[in-house]
């Protein structure tokens, strides 16, 4: 009964603050950091005029035909 | 001045409540309800009530009661917690005791969770008609090339999972 509230709060305020920034932390490094290193992967070797030409022999562009 | 004077009857007669009604035929005075009474209350942070538990007391306990204003090293350990039953329900550690009640919920919800399985069961089976012929095997084989064609998703998504040079799926 002694120092309900303050103690109470003080657990609720810690546990707050680790589930908060857990949370921050997990998603930068599960999400966010993967996200970018796929990113700079994709386009260290991507070669936009190759897959243009895949793309246009493929058929999808409608302005620019496979012929 | 009449007329404000019949207009001030009128006025306080419409806006009597049923209890001011029942008064009319006391003398005045109108009985107070329970609710309208301090009430007692087990809970953490109120640890001395505004009243008592026991309300009514017997005429032992009321014998008790009239022992309790002298010393008290003269009761004994039962006429104590005798006293501390009169002005208290539960003791904190019988108030903060949790109880099965998790059970029952869990138990419930799992059961109309269930209950909502077997409905849905029962309408696709008897009360839906077919679903759109754009979920047959052909058009979603179809719809797949064709996103593969036009690269979608080429970073993370349905393109990143196709290996275009051997012309299968990524392992």
Known sequence: MRRLLARRMKFHLLGAFLVSVGC???????????????????????????????????????????? | MLASRVFGIV?????????????????????AEDYT??????????????????????????ALKEKEKASWSA?????????????FNESYAEMNKGTNEWKT???????FLGLTGI?????????YGPIPHTFSEEWLSAQTKRMLDMRMNPVEGISAQWDFDKNEWKK
């Open chain 1, 24 to 67: 921050a932390t997990l998603y930068k490094f599960g999400i966010a950091e993967p996200r970018k290193r796929a990113y700079a992967e994709f386009y260290k070797s991507y070669d936009p005029m190759k897959d243009f030409e895949a793309m246009k022999a493929a058929g999808v562009l409608e302005c620019a035909p496979p012929k």
């Open chain 2, 11 to 31: 006025g306080r007669r419409s806006i009597c409540t049923s209890l001011c009604l029942r008064a009319h035929g006391h003398a005045g005075v109108v009985k």
């Open chain 2, 37 to 62: 009474l301090p009430a007692y209350v087990d809970r953490r942070d109120v640890p001395l009530p505004e009243v008592a538990f026991v309300r009514d007391l017997s005429a032992q306990q009321k």
């Open chain 2, 75 to 87: 009761l004994s350990v039962d006429e104590k917690v005798e006293l501390y039953r009169m002005k």
């Open chain 2, 105 to 111: 919920i869990l138990g419930g919800v799992l059961f």
């Open chain 2, 119 to 127: 409905i849905f069961i029962w309408q696709k089976h008897f009360m």
